[in-house]
């Protein structure tokens, strides 16, 4: 098993469709991560959990609506969709402890490639 | 407020002649400063970070950085180049140690002809 697996590798959704994007990590790590990838534009930080806790949600639509049942998975919900949302989503995970130091290192999985029609 | 710039969004090399690759950061503190590589069709994988030890720091790879305080730099260097670094390299940058403070790049895609 690899570090983080992300399901699906591809998804093609219509803007009323539902769907779920799965991460799961087998590191040991207690936080998660959702970022956005686009064409030409940095890495966008989508949603943290720390501790199994929401800790971040960078003003992403409501459209889409993480899910942290556990320290080693992750959902992405997506519903009614728009064509602008068509990426790659990455999940990540890392060790971090509350008030103190860690290392920053992030262990990315190979992303879910998204298009919405 | 944080940010990095990567100056070049492509960079083409001939096999076994040296890689540069420009960062430059903006940082209101002490940063820590770090590259990533993602290969086609995977995820971002660490290279190499700088957390206020050794200026000069090693990765993987063969790849290097130089953290240069007086210029807001850190470029990430390789003497000879492989067809496998051919990828996509990412700086991002940190005010803090927290990892979802981390500012990316918006990438350097490295070619490797032969």
């Known amino acids: 098993e690899t570090g983080v697996t992300q399901t699906p590798r591809h998804l093609v959704m219509g803007m009323t469709n539902k769907k779920s994007l799965k991460c799961e990590q087998h590191?040991?790590?207690?936080?998660m991560y959702w970022y956005k990838q686009s064409a030409k534009k940095p890495l966008e930080l989508m949603f943290v959990?720390?501790?199994?806790?929401?800790?971040e949600n960078n003003s992403v639509p409501s459209r889409f609506s993480p899910e942290c049942p556990n320290s080693s998975h992750l959902f992405l919900h997506l519903h009614t969709l728009q064509p602008e949302d068509s990426a790659l989503y990455l999940c990540?995970?890392?060790?971090?402890?509350?008030?103190?130091?860690?290392?920053?290192?992030?262990?990315f999985g190979e992303g879910s490639r998204l298009t919405v029609l | 407020a944080q940010s990095v710039t990567q100056l070049d969004s492509h960079v083409s090399v001939s096999e076994g002649t040296p890689v540069l690759l420009r960062c430059n950061y903006s940082s209101s503190y002490s940063p820590s400063l770090f590259w990533y590589v993602q290969h086609p069709n995977k995820g971002l994988q660490l290279l190499l970070k700088y957390t206020s030890a050794a200026t000069l720091v090693k990765g993987i790879n063969g790849f290097e950085a130089e953290f240069k305080k007086s210029e807001t730099s850190f470029h990430l260097t390789k003497p000879s180049a492989h067809m496998s670094d051919a990828a996509e390299y990412f700086c991002?940058?940190?005010?803090?140690?927290?990892?979802?403070?981390?500012?990316f790049g918006t990438g350097t895609r490295l070619q490797v002809f032969p």
């Open positions: 590191l040991g790590h207690n936080a």
């Open positions: 990540a995970s890392s060790q971090t402890v509350r008030g103190q130091v860690n290392t920053g290192e992030l262990f």
């Open positions: 991002v940058v940190s005010d803090s140690y927290n990892t979802d403070k981390l500012i």
């Open positions: 959990y720390s501790l199994e806790e929401r800790v």
